[in-house]
């Protein structure tokens, strides 16, 4: 009976399970470790104010995982990664001098600190180029620019960013909370002024800095870059799943807005503050999730892979007649 399957050879797979990050020697794991530790020598204070940066501030706590997504990516490529044969590039070497130039720079002259932190990229970049080459800056871009969402903004841009958002998100908020018979909502800046059954309620609802959805729209937008490079579909797709976290966790968060102002005039204030308040942010979550993965579905269901489908087609034939 001729066989279709369409598997690697029994060599090739067995080649492919014995591949292992064990299989890079010692040698190799001290060289990563004696580079390390040089550019943490030289990072150190960066590196300590970003983790205690993730430790007091919540809107940075995703700050953790980040890390552990770009070695995961790196993982991800491990058959590419550990069949390659690096090739030192000098270049690299050029750009770290750059890199470290820069960072003397910002630290003591223009004593920017945004920049003294992001300067730690480029510089694991130019590292990476320069004991690997080009090959292994192909497998390793994503993970090292990946870091960039682990770098907390400064706080002053952070705030300035939230005004928009919390603006829109009042306004939205008051035209639904309009719908609802007897009250009268007025969004004034990031303030809903609110009038229910001619009583005007006091204090006027504050869509905090905590409500302006750039603590969802940061961790989702991470989560975004890691999906749509993680699931195989077309380029198209996988830029309208990056685009769409933007709008989707807005979205979530005028929900919010929505549901807290409900809670402040229906129910009771109490219930529109602190641990309840943090607990309906945390419930954005899974909605935001499950309208990310409600778009994947449709798009993944939109267009059909017609090889695909031809390909069953003819297994399906190929079994019929070997029944016949």
């Known amino acids: 009976m001729q066989d279709f399957r369409t598997d690697c050879p029994e060599e090739e797979i067995i080649s492919e399970q014995e591949l292992s990050w064990g299989g890079l020697g010692i040698h190799t794991y001290i060289k990563i470790v004696i580079l390390a530790a040089a550019v943490y020598s030289v990072y150190h204070i960066e590196i300590y104010s970003i983790v205690f940066r993730w430790i007091t501030d919540s809107s940075w706590s995703h700050g953790f995982i980040i890390p552990f997504f770009s070695l995961y990516f790196i993982n991800q490529r491990k058959k590419e990664l550990l069949e390659l044969k690096p090739a030192a590039n000098w270049l690299g070497f050029v750009f770290l001098l750059c890199c470290l130039g820069f960072y003397v720079l910002v630290m003591y002259i223009y004593k920017f600190g945004y920049f003294k932190a992001v300067v730690l990229i480029p510089t694991i970049g130019s590292v990476v180029l320069f004991i690997g080459g080009w090959k292994l800056i192909k497998y390793t871009w994503l993970p090292i620019a990946y870091l960039l969402f682990a770098i907390p903004l400064p ?124 607990g309906l942010g945390l419930l954005m979550l899974p909605l935001a999730f499950g309208l990310y993965g409600l778009l994947a579905w449709f798009m993944s269901n939109l267009v059909v892979d017609e090889k695909h489908l031809n390909q069953e087609e003819i297994i399906i034939r190929r079994k019929d007649s070997q029944e016949q």
């Open 155 to 278: 706080t002053r841009v952070y705030e300035e960013m939230t005004i928009p958002m919390r603006q829109f998100a009042a306004i939205a908020a008051s035209q639904i909370l309009n719908l609802v018979k007897g009250l009268e909502a007025t969004s004034n800046g990031v303030m809903i002024d609110v009038v229910y059954k001619g009583v005007r309620l006091e204090p006027a609802l504050d869509v905090a800095e905590a409500c302006s959805g750039m603590r969802l729209l940061m961790a989702f937008l991470a989560l975004g870059v890691a999906m749509a490079y993680l699931h195989y579909r077309p380029i198209w797709q996988r830029l309208v799943l990056l685009a769409s976290t933007v709008p989707i966790a807005i979205l979530c968060n005028v929900v919010r807005v929505t549901v807290t102002g409900f809670i402040y005039i229906l129910w009771d204030p109490k219930y529109a503050q602190g641990i309840y308040h943090d």
